[in-house]
């Protein structure tokens, strides 16, 4: 026993382990600070379904937050928003069947609850109240047909599409399905009344102080099928005014949320003519006028998808306060709306701030990071930080959960670049270990995430390296921008060129420094433009024993004109669309590369790939076939392109064991000799 490690007391991760570690979030606090209330979701592999429980209680700690009364465990709730006065919160519920969408009101003071919509058919995507309380406003995807989506697939008439922007993964068909925006009353006997008009996409509303408009965006300009860009828009939903186009079509604009005194409307912009950028955070009277962004000294993604934010908080001082990314962790800042002065920094660690509500000083939030599953987190005005809801506690304390070291590795230009090393427990597995780069998806960054992935690996004996090449999120747009084309707006070297590299430097750098990993085992993994990486580092280096490639593009001629971000994301990377300039696209595709692929590889996709259509993994495949070179392909019914982290949970699970069964085949990780375990 003198072997063993103080971890190897503890459980190993596995995959099966998926089903005990909740995910938090949808937090917020009531009015008045007192209360806070948070949605926990866990996958659920036997019934393969995500059970979705809103809870609530005392803001400080002083009793455990429960579900809410009502809840019977047989339906998801969610979209917890809390009423501008009193204790009264609002959720939205989804139940087994047709029309099971309701909108349910809870009186926390007196443990009572009444719907106050019910048997809505569509999904509900959004639920916000108004300033007075009297009235909820809530988003849904209204087919323009219901009859068409009422027929069984094989007696439905053919789609006649006309627009090129007609479908998005993880939603389906979206040209006849516009989000709609209504309004329901409070009170009982309130039917619901559409406010949007015109059968255009209005999304991510937010109210006025007046209580009578909104703002929310919409694509109603004339080159709308070409590009995402948007607009904000402001309508008075009592008046029946036709909404008031308040940006001018220059951004991609999104979140929009109007200050407390009403003066001033903020939200989020993205630069599509010359992406990849960061997302900012802008201003502008809410009467139209001069835009400024406000997180310029930033230069930071502002509330990415990542966060889990709804928009920028405004407070009571007439402040902002966003999520932003930066070199591996997310932290919260308070922005100055008149830009006179720089972001502060308010919540800050080794660490993941997401799902952020703040009422006069009190913040509440998740906080994650690589040893640490999320939990809940209060901090009052002025005082410490105090965990209010750990649903991982317990998982957490019975399991070895390994912690990353942090290495800051040079590029052949000196360019310092971030990476994170986590090694087995010695105690179980016996050293030079396998190492396993693993690649994230494009517009992203590794860094101080959880990751029961990560943490499944390193109980299965694998040494993890994970880090932010150039390109990444995380460090602003000149960054991200290296990897443009040649042709992109802002020019760069294109994919395949320095990233590459700066993964192949830390690798071999780490490789190097550490006598604890063998290099003759060393396998890679990614998916999506991680997936586009994987193949190309297999196919120009040998550093690699096997690889693990999914849901990546590989064919870009091919998915130019079949994948759902045709024609603004490719056209942007490379300036260019792919009947001008076919060799752009394809000089960035890896298939052209398949010869150079000599290591075992995985192709792993989902058949419903809207981002990545299926059709690039079954190119790979039978091209390294017919190379007569070791691959499998791996197909998943019925997912799509966010397999890997919204998924069923049976299929996520079965990913996993797949992913660590193939690597375990390839790298073959040593169990520690006799007297470890």
Known sequence: MTNMSAASLRIPVTASDLGRFHDIGSVGLSADGTLVAAVVSTPDVDANRYQRVVVAGPADASAALRGLPSATGTQADMLPA??????????????????????????????????????????????????????????????????????????????????????????????????????????????????????????????????????????????????????????????????????????????????????????????????????????????????????????????????????????????????????????????????????????????????????????????????????????SPGGDEATVLAPNADTAAARDLRAPAYRKVPASDGTAIDAWLTLPDPGRWQAPYPLLLCLQGGGTQYGYQWSHEFQALNGAGFATLYLNPRGCAGYGTAWMRTVSGPAAATPGTGWGSVDVQDVLTVVRAVLAASGELDAGRVGVQGGSYGGLVTTWLLAESDDFAAGWAERGPYNLVSLAGTNDESPWFFQAYLGRTVTQDPAAYWASSTLRLAAGITAPIAIMHSEEDRRCPIQQAEELFMALKLLGREAEFIRFPAEGHGLSRTGSPAHRAQRLELLIEWFTRWLAPVPAAEGGR
Request: charged share 25%; aromatic share 8%.
């Open 82 to 379: 809390w009423a501008p006065a009193g204790h009264d919160l609002a959720t939205v519920r989804k139940e087994e069947g047709e029309n099971g969408w309701s909108i349910w009101l809870h009186r926390l003071d007196d443990a009572s609850a009444e719907p106050l919509v019910t048997g809505w058919p569509d999904p509900i995507e959004e639920l916000s109240w108004s300033p007075s309380g009297d009235r909820l406003l809530f988003v849904a995807r209204e087919p323009t047909d219901r009859n068409w989506w009422l027929l069984p697939e094989d007696r439905r008439p053919p789609l006649r599409i006309t627009t090129l922007r007609y479908r998005e993964d993880g939603v389906g068909w979206t040209v006849n399905r516009p989000r709609q925006g209504y309004v329901v009353s409070a009170g009982p006997g309130g039917k619901p009344r559409k406010i949007s008009a015109g059968g255009y996409d209005d999304a991510e509303f937010g109210w006025h102080p007046d209580g009578h408009r909104v703002v929310f965006v919409s694509q109603r300009q004339p080159d709308a099928d070409h590009t995402i860009i948007n607009d904000v828009y402001l309508q008075d939903i009592d008046a029946g005014d036709a909404p008031v186009r308040l940006t001018s079509a220059t951004h991609a604009c999104a979140q929009p949320r109007v200050s407390p005194d009403g003066e001033l409307v903020a939200f989020t912009i993205t630069d599509v003519p010359r992406f990849p950028s960061v997302a900012g955070l802008a201003v502008m009277p809410v009467t139209g006028g001069t835009l400024t962004d406000v997180s310029a000294g930033l230069d930071r993604d502002c509330n990415s998808p990542s966060c889990g934010l709804t928009g920028a908080i405004w407070d009571s001082a007439g402040g902002l306060t966003v999520l932003v990314e930066d070199a591996g962790a997310i932290h919260a800042y308070r922005l100055d709306p008149g830009a006179n002065s720089q972001p502060r920094l308010i919540l800050g660690g080794k660490r993941r701030v997401t799902c952020l509500a703040e009422r006069d000083g009190t913040l509440a939030f998740v906080s994650s990071g690589p040893d640490e599953p999320p939990r809940l987190v209060v901090r």
